[in-house]
C-alpha cells in the first residue's frame, strides 16, 4: 500500500509562490502518473495537473486551464517525490491540495482520473 505524504502548504500573499511536494513510499513510484488535485471549502475536488510516468526524455504533463502558466508539475523518480511549483498565486487557489497516484502503471496515456490514492492534502491559503 502507497503512502503520500504532501508538504509545503502554507500563507502567502497574491502575487506570492509556493512549492508543493509529495512524498511516495513504494519501490514502483516511478512506474505511475501522478498528480495534483485542489478542493476548495463548499466546492467538489478538481484536477490540477498531472505527470505520466515516462522517462524524462517522453515525460508528458497536463494542467488545468486555470493553473496554466503559472503552475508546473515536475518528479524525482529518485526521491519518491512530485512537486508542484505555484507562482503567481490568485485569492482563488486557495484550497486543500492533495497529491494522488494513477490507479493503474504504464498507462499509455495522461489522463485526469483513474487515480487510485491520496496523500493527507496540504492547505495553501492565498490572500488578498
Known amino acids: 500500500q502507497v503512502q503520500l505524504v504532501e508538504s509545503g502548504g502554507g500563507l502567502v500573499q497574491a502575487g506570492g509562490s509556493l512549492r508543493l511536494s509529495c512524498a511516495a513510499s513504494?519501490?514502483?513510484?516511478?512506474?505511475?502518473?501522478m498528480g495534483w488535485f485542489r478542493q476548495a471549502p463548499g466546492k467538489e475536488r478538481d484536477f490540477v495537473a498531472a505527470?505520466?510516468?515516462?522517462?524524462?526524455?517522453?515525460?508528458?504533463?497536463d494542467y488545468a486551464d486555470s493553473v496554466k502558466g503559472r503552475f508546473t508539475i515536475s518528479r524525482d523518480n529518485a526521491k519518491n517525490t512530485v512537486y508542484l511549483q505555484m507562482n503567481s498565486l490568485k485569492p482563488e487557489d486557495t484550497a486543500v491540495y492533495y497529491c494522488?497516484?494513477?490507479?493503474?502503471?504504464?498507462?499509455?496515456?495522461?489522463?485526469?482520473?483513474?487515480?487510485?490514492?491520496w496523500g493527507q492534502g496540504t492547505q495553501v491559503t492565498v490572500s488578498s
Open positions: 494522488a497516484r494513477d490507479s493503474i502503471t504504464y498507462r499509455s496515456s495522461l489522463r485526469r482520473q483513474g487515480f487510485g490514492s
Open positions: 505527470i505520466s510516468w515516462s522517462d524524462r526524455s517522453g515525460r508528458s504533463t
Open positions: 513504494g519501490r514502483t513510484f516511478s512506474g505511475y502518473a
